[in-house]
């Protein structure tokens, strides 16, 4: 069993992970380096907040930068973050193919009873 300070540090990673704007600019650098200025345009996010989220995923080791002369190249530090999103992608698959598997069950279910109530009230 992991101990509570452990705990706490796996909370505080995917506590990271759970704000959409990171996640997306995580997304942005898998396909490789790439600036701020990029980052706005494909975003539609403003400077100050790209800045920010690129901090704190650099500050928990998800991010790097370079400089290359005035400008400052952003790209993502090892797999973990591809793997991660791997592994929640293939939950998600699973769980929605079961939920579909289910309605399917339950739709042939109900295509196979006659509705009584619908029948009766034709022959009337």
């Known amino acids: 069993m992991p101990s509570p300070q452990l705990l706490e540090e796996y909370s505080q990673f995917f506590r990271l992970l759970s704000e959409p704007a990171r996640l997306q600019l995580l997304c942005c650098l898998k396909h ?6 990029t980052l706005i345009d494909a975003t539609g996010f403003s400077q100050s907040h790209i800045s920010r989220q690129l901090g704190q995923l650099q500050r928990a080791g998800l991010v ?4 290359d002369g005035a400008r400052t190249i952003w790209q ?3 797999d973990l973050v591809d793997e991660l999103c791997h592994l929640v992608q293939s939950r998600l698959k699973q769980r929605l193919e079961t939920q ?3 309605l399917q069950t339950a ?5 196979q009873r006659p509705n009584r ?5 034709r022959k009337s």
């Open 76 to 78: 993502a530090e090892g």
């Open 100 to 102: 579909l598997q289910q």
């Open 107 to 111: 739709s042939s279910g109900i295509q």
């Open 32 to 37: 490789g380096p790439t600036d701020v200025a």
């Open 117 to 121: 109530r619908w029948s009766a009230s």
């Open 64 to 67: 790097r930068c370079d400089r």
